[in-house]
């Protein structure tokens, strides 16, 4: 079935280093991925996306890895900043389903100074 | 995201009482959707709603009712609340012509069912 999951429930990083977060996803037909962040209070807010043609996608120090063979999502933040504390989540469409999401269960993210 | 606003914020009821919690865009986007999310697991989705005539059924809709009263406005009902009731709940829309084709959410209702 469709589903969505994380390998690490926390990561503690320091300032100033990189984090890699990691996704596993079930469904092979899921043709759009999205991270999210959740601060503390907040609703989650879009971060980066990237569709199932493509492996790599990087923003404004933030980059997409997508694994199509393994089934695998991973978001690196270059540089992460106490500002990066907060809980990410992945999330999948399955292409056939609109626009519904389903969403891992969320890594936390602890930036140390 | 101040353009989708929950109301209300925080909430504690008894079991057994009906409650709504209410949920307006001023996006104008068509697509409008509730989660509810529980510490340690991703948002759940409860119902959603493609434009003002539709309404279907996320993957966990027992207990929940919904109300898609305008292009702007989405109502979500817990009938007679019980107590694993219990968590965060988030609205969103999302409009499929727009890139990224993401959903944008609202700040949340805390619900605490006794």
């Known amino acids: 079935g469709e589903s969505v999951g994380l390998h690490l429930p926390t990561l503690s990083v320091q300032e100033g280093d990189n984090s890699i977060i990691n996704c596993a996803y079930s469904n092979s037909a899921s043709d759009y991925f999205i991270w999210y962040k959740q601060e503390s209070g907040k609703g989650p807010q879009f971060i980066i996306d990237?569709?199932?043609?493509?492996d790599k996608r990087q923003g404004q120090r933030v980059t997409v890895l997508l694994n199509k063979t393994v089934k695998h999502l991973s978001l690196q933040i270059a540089a992460t900043q106490p500002g990066d504390s907060a809980v990410y989540f992945c999330?999948?469409?399955?292409?056939?389903?609109?626009?519904?999401?389903?969403f891992g269960g969320g890594t936390r993210v602890l930036v140390k100074p | 995201d101040a353009d989708v606003t929950q109301t209300p914020r925080n909430r504690i009821t008894k079991t057994g009482k009906r409650i709504m919690l209410e949920c307006s865009q001023t996006?104008?986007?068509?697509?409008m959707y509730w989660y509810r999310q529980d510490p340690g697991l991703g948002l759940r989705l409860i119902y959603y709603s493609f434009d003002v005539k539709d309404i279907n059924k996320g993957e966990i809709s027992d207990g929940y009712s919904v109300s898609r009263q305008a292009q702007a406005k989405f109502s979500l009902s817990l009938e007679s609340a019980i107590p694993n009731q219990t968590a965060l709940y988030f609205c969103a829309t999302s409009d499929p012509r727009l890139v990224p084709e993401t959903q944008y959410f609202g700040p949340g209702t805390r619900l605490l069912v006794l």
């Open positions: 996006k104008g986007h068509d697509r």
């Open positions: 990237i569709r199932s043609n493509m």
């Open positions: 999330a999948e469409r399955l292409g056939a389903a609109g626009n519904k999401l389903t």
